[in-house]
């Protein structure tokens, strides 16, 4: 303040922000002492700069280098991707193989049938998300098609009974069983596998509540969301709730980041 520049005698350049008719204005102010012939502090000369365009220049160059980071980032992680899919697909196709010729040999209605065509389903599964991450790595578009997402969640929700802890309960709402949507099936399958995997572990071993639900919902008016806007009309809303732990601010700005993740090693990818 004045009081501290007169007793110090030293000139002062700040950076200070003020509301305006509710907006936000910077100022670039620089204070001088003004010093008669005796060594006294008669006055202070001030100088005023507006410089609320500069520091909107100043934060937009800011953002424009995070997203150009993000975007290198992004496209190194995508060369990654491609390697480790290359190698994983050479895997899987011996997986897939020799699952094939043991099927031949297993009897119609056995056990060992049934989860030799089990292994088999989750091959094509897995085959199907190689070739998503190629997609990925490559930055081409996937293909959609006419479907109808309930059997996919049903499917999804009876593969996950088997490999998540008794003690969560999975409980499902689907109403909108016949609708049909614009979409990839292996892409809305693992979105839904790694939404319950998630929430899974979010619970931990001490259980909880898994909701699934698939409803239909009519948008009106219009409405914009963080992902664009939302023209009237019909929708289908998946959604997922569990009883877990929860995430805080920082966790969920990220949540949309490719191969983010909390998780221990051991524990996943964050895909």
């Not at 292994?119 to 085959?127: E, M, N």
Request: aromatic residues 4%; glycine residues 8%.
């Amino acid at each position: 303040d004045d009081k501290r520049l007169v007793k110090s005698e030293k000139a002062e350049d700040i950076e200070e922000k003020y509301i305006v008719d509710g907006q936000e204005r910077f100022v670039h102010t620089v204070k001088t002492p003004v010093i008669d012939a005796q060594d006294k502090v008669i006055g202070i000369l001030g100088i005023f700069w507006d410089i609320t365009e500069r520091k909107k220049a100043e934060e937009e160059k800011t953002t424009l280098k995070a997203q150009l980071h993000h975007a290198q980032k992004m496209e190194a992680i995508g060369t990654l991707a491609g390697g480790i899919a290359h190698d994983f697909n050479n895997i899987l196709a011996a997986i897939i193989g020799y699952a094939d010729l043991a099927l031949e040999d297993a009897r119609e209605g056995t056990v060992a049938r049934s989860n030799l065509e089990q292994v088999l389903i989750a091959g094509s599964r897995a085959k199907e998300l190689v070739r998503q991450i190629l997609t990925f790595s490559r930055k081409t578009g996937q293909e959609q098609k006419p479907m109808e997402i309930a059997p996919i969640v049903k499917e999804a929700l009876k593969m996950l009974r088997s490999s998540i802890p008794t003690t969560i309960e999975i409980r499902q709402n689907i109403q909108a069983d016949s609708s049909v949507i614009m979409a990839n099936p292996t892409e809305i399958h693992q979105i839904l596998v790694n939404l319950c995997t998630n929430a899974a572990h979010a619970m931990g071993e001490n259980g909880g509540l898994l909701e699934v639900s698939l409803t239909d919902v009519v948008i009106e008016p219009a409405i914009v969301t963080d992902f664009g806007a939302l023209q009237e009309g019909s929708y289908l809303k998946l959604s997922v709730k569990d009883t877990g732990c929860g995430m805080d601010g920082e966790v969920m700005g990220r949540i949309f980041e490719p191969f983010f993740t909390t998780k221990t090693v051991e524990k996943g990818t964050g895909m």
